[in-house]
Nanobody, 126 residues
Framework: QVQLVESGGGPVQAGGALKLSCAFSGYGYNMYCMVWFRQDPEKEREGVAA???????NYADSVKGRFTISRDNAKNTLYLEMNNLKPEDSAMYYC????????????????????WGQGTQVTVSS
């Protein structure tokens, strides 16, 4: 059984940076598509960034050039480095895993994912 645990969220001022981590426990991390989602209570869950098993990445337009997704297959860990944070980036951030190597063109659809973490809150103040 796969378990995901996020960490690294917190309060930050606009223009600041945070690095989120997601620890994966279970078998075969290097064969999973891994994705970061976020959700504000008043909005739908939004796909932020995805990374294939081979390290290929995709990003939401709203975070391109500011966020970087990466994975360390030796440590079974997923990361999201967030720079130049804006108040509209405030949300609960979730990592999700899908048991395929390549996330595909519709990686941003929450219903595709088999496993979810409990989330870590990011709050950006202006």
């Amino acid at each position: 059984q796969v378990q995901l645990v996020e960490s690294g969220g917190g309060p930050v001022q606009a223009g600041g940076a945070l690095k989120l981590s997601c620890a994966f426990s279970g078998y075969g991390y290097n064969m999973y598509c891994m994705v970061w989602f976020r959700q504000d209570p008043e909005k739908e869950r939004e796909g932020v960034a995805a990374i294939d098993s081979d390290g290929s990445t995709n990003y939401a337009d709203s975070v391109k050039g500011r966020f970087t997704i990466s994975r360390d297959n030796a440590k079974n860990t997923l990361y999201l480095e967030m720079n130049n944070l804006k108040p509209e980036d405030s949300a609960m951030y979730y990592c999700a895993a899908r048991g395929v190597r390549w996330c595909g063109g519709v990686w941003y659809r929450p219903g595709l994912y088999d496993y979810w973490g409990q989330g870590t809150q990011v709050t950006v103040s202006s």
